[in-house]
């Protein structure tokens, strides 16, 4: 028997633009997806939308790393990181095999994701949880002899529902967040199942890393959760995530991967890495003189991870140091 149970969420007018821009973004950037570097630029964001996803959560391990492991390379790390890497890759893989508007679905994905890391992987809580920031409670979740009914309701709003899939994936994934159904693993499920339902939109959305930009403004992602409980309205996590996703569709548009650079550097990690170099090129092709600090800020990307990017970019003698040390900057080298 369906329940009548319905989601309190506004549509406001910046949600209505919003979901407008967003379908005109859709379809430039599947054609960007279909240039020549296509398959190279779906993994360079199939490892982002990894770390960022598992960053949120505390991870460490930064695209190099996730991609020796994906290689079944070693590297340095805490067990648990390596394992939340492996199974993030594990569950990733099997994206496509996952049907959206499945409970047993959603279980079968959690059961992959959490393997090894929590007991009970696959299954409901048995026991109540909350959210805490230090000893201070953020979110107490439902108790957990209601998890079962409140999930089999979301699933049959889902599945009902006539909103655009573009709201209903939010309003999904901050449902469940209020939810937390499980004893770990809520914010990486949540995510990930936003982006399955996505794809039922379009199938680039398999491939759109909405988890990365989410990383780079998790204090808003977390503010905005935390307002729409307060006012018993998820529109403010809905405006909030249309918002994610249409910046992160708008910002996978640039040139193509440049040839050159990435054949030079083959071998670095086998090339994804070749992605983040070509963001510090570019990043020096459009301010002639800047620093490492200035890069690093700029483009969210690790001072350590710059500097060795840098250190390549120099080698391949493809850009120089200018002036005094303090005062110096970097600068394009021009082809003899």
């Given amino acids: ?19 407008a821009y967003i379908s005109a973004q859709i379809e430039r950037y599947a054609i960007r997806m279909e240039q020549e570097d296509g398959l190279l630029l779906r993994k360079i964001n199939r490892i982002k939308t ?12 930064g695209t190099d790393q996730i991609t020796a492991i994906l290689e079944g390379k070693h590297v340095m790390g805490t067990m648990r990181e390596i394992q939340e890497v492996k199974n993030a890759i594990k569950t990733y893989d099997a994206f496509s095999t996952f049907d959206a508007y499945k409970q047993a679905d959603l279980l079968r994905a959690h059961g992959l994701l959490m393997e090894a890391l929590v007991d009970h992987h696959g299954k409901y809580r048995r026991g109540n949880v909350g959210v805490f920031a230090g000893d201070i409670p953020i979110h107490v979740a439902p108790p957990a002899d209601r ?25 999904f994934h901050y449902e469940f ?27 680039i959305f398999e491939y759109l890393p909405v988890e990365n ?57 086998n090339g994804v890495v070749n992605g983040v170099v070509k963001i ?41 140091f200018v002036g005094a040390p303090k005062s110096g900057g970097y600068f394009i080298k021009k082809a003899q």
């Fill in 177 to 203: 967040e209020f939810i937390h159904p499980f004893i770990d693993g809520n914010g990486r499920m949540g995510r990930l199942w936003q982006s399955l339902l996505l794809t039922k939109l379009h199938p």
């Fill in 280 to 320: 510090v090129y570019d990043f020096i092709v459009q301010n002639p003189g800047c620093r490492k600090p200035l890069i690093a800020e700029k483009t969210k990307i690790p001072i350590k991870t710059v500097e060795k990017h840098i250190a390549k970019l120099q080698e391949m003698n493809k850009i120089k």
């Fill in 1 to 19: 028997m369906k329940s009548n149970y319905k989601p309190l969420f506004s549509i406001s007018d910046k949600t209505i633009n919003l979901i």
């Fill in 147 to 171: 998890v079962s009914g409140l999930m089999g309701d979301l699933f049959d709003w889902l599945t009902t529902s006539t909103n655009h899939l573009l709201i209903k994936s939010c309003v």
């Fill in 50 to 61: 990894i770390q960022g996803s598992l960053a949120i959560e505390g991870n460490t391990l």
């Fill in 213 to 269: 930009m989410v990383f780079k403004n998790q204090q808003l992602y977390y503010k905005a959760i935390n307002d729409s409980t307060s006012a018993t309205d998820s529109g403010i996590f809905v405006e909030f995530m249309l918002g994610e996703i249409l910046t992160t569709l708008k910002s996978r548009q640039g040139e193509p991967l440049d040839k050159t650079i990435t054949s030079d550097v083959n071998g670095v990690v």
